[in-house]
């Protein structure tokens, strides 16, 4: 089955300085890789996804890559805001439609 | 309801006792989806419902765990002779297809077991 790594566990950056997450794949026939926020009590929100078709896709403040030959993609956030501070979940799923989710980064942006 | 509407949204239970956890999904969203989520731990997959096809049960971590889902819509997940380390938040999700890819959350809920 699906393996999803992420790194780091854990992030701390100064407010307006940028933070980028990264994951990992196994499974080559994986084609949809989304990113969930999860803020505390709540449950995981979609804030962007990518699919295989495409190399990058930008949402204002943030982005993905994805690099299909290497099997890894990252999550770009820049002039983070406390209110980025949260959890980020990737994920990554093909054709049995049931995502993968990797461990999770708690981003910790201080003012 | 606007969202995955998900209760008790905490539940304290006793070592052995069974357990019971609702979620109703979005209405018109044909797939659902149990998650599992450990103190430090990513979102462990437990079950998949797609419409009338058999449910994904590959991810239960025992036959304590079972999950039922009646009428296309409201789900059930049992948990039964709970164990410590079945402590955990346990998130439902609902999917319209597979165009949008997204998975809409529930806020979760939190079981403890003494």
């Known amino acids: 089955g699906e393996n999803v790594e992420q790194h780091p566990s854990t992030l701390s950056v100064q407010e307006g300085d940028s933070a980028v997450i990264k994951c990992t794949y196994s499974d080559s026939a994986s084609n949809y890789f989304p990113w969930y926020k999860q803020e505390l009590g709540k449950g995981p929100q979609l804030i962007i996804d990518?699919?295989?078709?495409?190399g990058e896709k930008k949402d204002q403040r943030i982005a993905v890559t994805l690099n299909k030959t290497a099997k890894h993609f990252s999550l770009h956030i820049t002039e983070t805001q406390p209110e980025d501070s949260a959890v980020y979940f990737c994920?990554?799923?093909?054709?049995?439609?049931?995502?993968?989710f990797g461990r999770g980064t708690s981003l910790i942006v201080h003012p | 309801g606007a969202g995955v509407s998900q209760s008790p949204s905490n539940k304290v239970t006793e070592k052995g006792k069974d357990v019971e956890l609702r979620c109703d999904p979005i209405s018109g969203h044909t797939a659902l989806y149990w998650y599992r989520q450990s103190l430090g731990q990513g979102l462990e997959f437990l079950i998949y419902?797609?419409?009338?096809?058999?449910?994904?049960k590959s991810g239960l971590p025992s036959d304590r765990f079972s999950a039922e889902r009646t009428g296309g819509s409201v789900s059930t997940l049992t948990i039964q002779r709970t164990q410590q380390e079945d402590s955990a938040v346990y998130l439902c999700a609902s999917f319209l297809d597979a165009n949008t890819g997204e998975l809409f959350f529930g806020e979760g809920s939190r079981l403890t077991v003494l």
């Open positions: 419902f797609q419409g009338n096809s058999a449910p994904d």
């Open positions: 990518i699919r295989s078709n495409v």
């Open positions: 994920a990554a799923s093909g054709g049995s439609y049931i995502p993968t």
